[in-house]
């Protein structure tokens, strides 16, 4: 989780305790239909994704993180899910508790810069659906490579 202002204020008032996150999270898929994943330092595979920061839209928050993760400008195309509950808890390394509220959005390259501005990305890789290694939330499979009705993102 990048280390906004906002998480840092409220981390100093609670703690290690668990806080309600809304987020956001990418869905790339290149020609061959395979996923592109993040691998973090000491975590899991992920998807492209990070926190709602106070003010900011769903859409840009997917752009914004996408970009910080991956060098990757992309533009949401469509809405798959949303995501949360108790499944979609998650521990840091440092001991940091979170819940997410994950909004799952198909988006598009539309440039690579060829610059990951977050040092957390230790590299990222295309997988196919039985390939893919778990991930560190549980997104279904389903979702992530299925083509569903187009759903117009705010």
């Avoid at 994704?49 to 928050?61: D, L, T």
């Avoid at 959005?105 to 659906?129: N, Q």
Wanted: hydrophobic letters at 35%; aromatic letters at 8%.
């Amino acid at each position: 989780m990048g280390g906004s202002n906002y998480i840092k204020n409220l981390r100093s008032k609670v703690g290690n305790s668990t806080l309600m996150i809304p987020s956001v999270a990418a869905v790339i898929l290149d020609v061959n239909d395979r996923i592109l994943l993040q691998d973090k330092s000491g975590e899991p595979w992920s998807l492209p994704a990070g926190m709602i920061e106070p003010g900011e839209s769903p859409s840009k928050a997917v752009i914004r993180e996408t970009e910080e993760e991956t060098g990757l400008i992309v533009t949401p195309i469509r809405l798959l899910g949303v995501f949360g509950g108790e499944h979609f808890r998650y521990v840091y390394p440092n001991g940091d508790q979170v819940e997410y509220t994950v909004i799952l959005m198909r988006c598009s390259i539309v440039h690579d810069t060829g610059v990951i501005a977050e040092s957390e990305t230790k590299s990222l890789d295309y997988f196919d659906k039985d390939s893919m290694p778990e991930l560190a939330l549980p997104y279904p499979k389903e979702v992530l490579f299925n083509e569903l009705a187009p759903t117009q993102i705010q």
